[in-house]
C-alpha cells in the first residue's frame, strides 16, 4: 500500500536544464510534505517543504508545487547542476506539528549530465 | 562535527545472533527515530522518542528493541537476527518532534548471513 508515490525511478537532465521531478500521494489527510536529497552512502537531508495551505514553495533553485485537488506535488530544480545529482525522497505527513508518522516514497534518482 | 552519527557503519552477521546499533545527536534535539530502507528503497519508521518517551512504535517484530538512555542517543537492539533484517538502518532526530525537518545519521548497512 503505497501512499506516497514516485513512479519515475530515474530521470537524466542536462546541466543548466530544469529537472522537474514528481511525487504523487494517495491520502487526503496529508497537509505538509517535505522532499529529501541522499547522495550515496549517506543519509537523507532535508531539502524543503510546502503546507498545503501554500501551492507553491521556493528556496533558491528549489520550488516545489502542490496540487492538492490531484494529490500532486512535484519539485523543480533549475539550473540543475551536476552537484544535483542524488536520490530524492517525497514524503508525506498530517502536519507539521502532529506526530503522525512521514510516509516517505521509494525516490526518485537524479543525474545532472554536465 | 557530525551531528547525528551512528555505528557502526556497516554490520555483517550470521542469522540468530543479536546485535546492536548506537546513535547520539549533538544537536540539542527533544526526539529520536529509526527508519529502516528495505530493498525496495523505501525508509519506514519503525520506532520515535520524545524526551526518552517512546511517541511511534510501528508493528515491528518484538526482536527490536529501541532504548533511550539520554535525549541525546537512541540505541536498537536486534536479537536473534533473521535474513530479512538485512536493510540499512537510519537514525534521525528532530527539533521538537512532530514533523518537521529531520536530520538522518548515515545508516548502518546490515547484512544477515
Known amino acids: 500500500d503505497q501512499q506516497v508515490k514516485q513512479n519515475s525511478p530515474s530521470l537524466s537532465v542536462q546541466e543548466g536544464r530544469i529537472s522537474i521531478l514528481n511525487c504523487d500521494y494517495t491520502?487526503?489527510?496529508?497537509?505538509?510534505f517535505l522532499w529529501y536529497k541522499k547522495y550515496p552512502a549517506e543519509g537523507p537531508t532535508f531539502l524543503i517543504s510546502i503546507s498545503s495551505i501554500k501551492d507553491k514553495n521556493e528556496d533558491g533553485r528549489f520550488t516545489v508545487f502542490l496540487n492538492k485537488s490531484a494529490k500532486h506535488l512535484s519539485l523543480h530544480i533549475v539550473p540543475s547542476q551536476p552537484g544535483d545529482s542524488a536520490v530524492y525522497f517525497c514524503?508525506?505527513?498530517?502536519?507539521?506539528?502532529?506526530?503522525?508518522?512521514?510516509?516517505f516514497g521509494p525516490g526518485t534518482s537524479l543525474s545532472v549530465i554536465p | 562535527d557530525t551531528a547525528v552519527s551512528q555505528t557502526p557503519k556497516y554490520l555483517v552477521t550470521q542469522m540468530g545472533n543479536d546485535k546492536s546499533i548506537k546513535c547520539e545527536q549533538n544537536l540539542g534535539h527533544d526526539t529520536m527515530y529509526w527508519y529502516k530502507q528495505d530493498s525496495k528503497k523505501f525508509l519506514k519508521i519503525m520506532f520515535s522518542y520524545n524526551n526518552k518517551e517512546l511517541i511511534i512504535n510501528e508493528t515491528v517484530p518484538n526482536r527490536f528493541s529501541p532504548k533511550s538512555p539520554d535525549k541525546a542517543h537512541l540505541n536498537l537492539h536486534i536479537n536473534s537476527l533473521e535474513l530479512g533484517d538485512s536493510a540499512v538502518y537510519f537514525c534521525?532526530?528532530?527539533?521538537?518532534?512532530?514533523?518537521?525537518?529531520?536530520?538522518f545519521g548515515s545508516g548502518t548497512q546490515l547484512s544477515v548471513l
Open positions: 534521525a532526530s528532530s527539533l521538537r518532534g512532530g514533523n518537521e525537518k529531520l536530520f
Open positions: 491520502n487526503s489527510m496529508f497537509d505538509y
Open positions: 514524503a508525506a505527513a498530517g502536519s507539521k506539528t502532529s506526530y503522525d508518522k512521514v510516509i
